[in-house]
């Protein structure tokens, strides 16, 4: 009787002990798949449709992947990457001091999330493809740091970094690419450049070698070097006749 009790103890605490580990990583998964599905809201909701169409109108590079492929390779890193931190959770949970250190390693899995959240919105809502690059770079260089600390604690956790580290190199070249071919020309911004027109001093101002004609010069009471006869100006058509005329 007493071993039955035993057993059934042991089953009981095993079964016990089996649901925070799940829930901690439906939990992880959970979190990954919150932030990427909020970044792709805020995305549509800045232009009105989805990221698929918006992807398309885009010139890409010839080894562009096709929008379809995003979402599947999204999901499956929602996998790779929640095992790893459920991973680290789980070890950091057995060993002495393994409280620290899992605290430690899963603030940059925690900072990854963040800087994955923003690539979309960036890049999608708001058109700063060059800003979304240097987002999917930051996010490369944490996951990367994520997994040097990860081996400390657990192997298959690092190991399983590493999709999503190869992803985001790939999806920065990609998204530099993609802004180099959509970067528009200061020039053709700012509208088609109208010639200056040519200046024309008045005739007061012309000298010689300069200007108009001398024919069509008005004495101004100077000579040109001393050459030339003084230019005489005439009357005017419409002077006021003589007041004797009038009478």
């Known amino acids: 009787m007493r071993n039955v009790m035993l057993k059934s103890t042991v089953r009981v605490s095993g079964r016990d002990g089996r649901l925070p580990q799940v ?24 232009q009105g449709r989805g990221t ?39 070890e950091g949970e ?4 393994g409280s620290a250190r899992r605290r430690a390693v899963l603030e940059w899995w925690a900072l990854a999330v963040i800087v994955r959240s923003g690539y979309v919105p960036l890049a999608f809502g708001s058109r700063r493809l060059w800003a979304a690059t240097a987002d999917s770079a930051l996010l490369c260089a944490v ?8 081996r400390r604690v657990d192997q298959t956790a690092a190991a399983l970094a590493v ?22 020309p200061a020039r053709a911004s700012a509208g088609p450049e109208i010639p200056d027109a040519p200046f024309i001093p008045p005739l007061s101002q012309s000298r010689c070698g300069t200007g108009p004609p001398a024919a069509h010069q008005q004495d101004d009471g ?24 009038l009478t």
């Open 163 to 184: 999709p999503e580290i190869v992803w985001a190199a790939f999806a920065t070249v990609l998204s530099a690419a993609v802004a180099r071919k959509n970067a528009l």
């Open 94 to 97: 057995a060993g002495p001091g």
């Open 23 to 46: 829930a901690a990583w439906v939990g992880a998964a959970a979190a990954y798949g919150a932030a990427q599905g909020l970044s792709a809201w805020v995305a549509r909701y800045a």
């Open 222 to 245: 100077r000579r040109c070097g001393g050459e030339g006869p003084r230019l005489r100006q005439e009357p005017l058509q419409s002077d006021p006749v003589p007041l004797h005329r």
């Open 52 to 90: 698929r169409p918006q992807y398309e109108q885009f010139e890409r590079p010839a080894f562009a992947p096709p929008g379809a492929v995003f979402p599947v390779v999204w999901s499956a890193l929602n996998l790779t990457t929640a095992t790893s931190a459920w991973l680290v959770w789980r």
């Open 143 to 150: 996951m990367v740091r994520y997994a040097s600390l990860a």
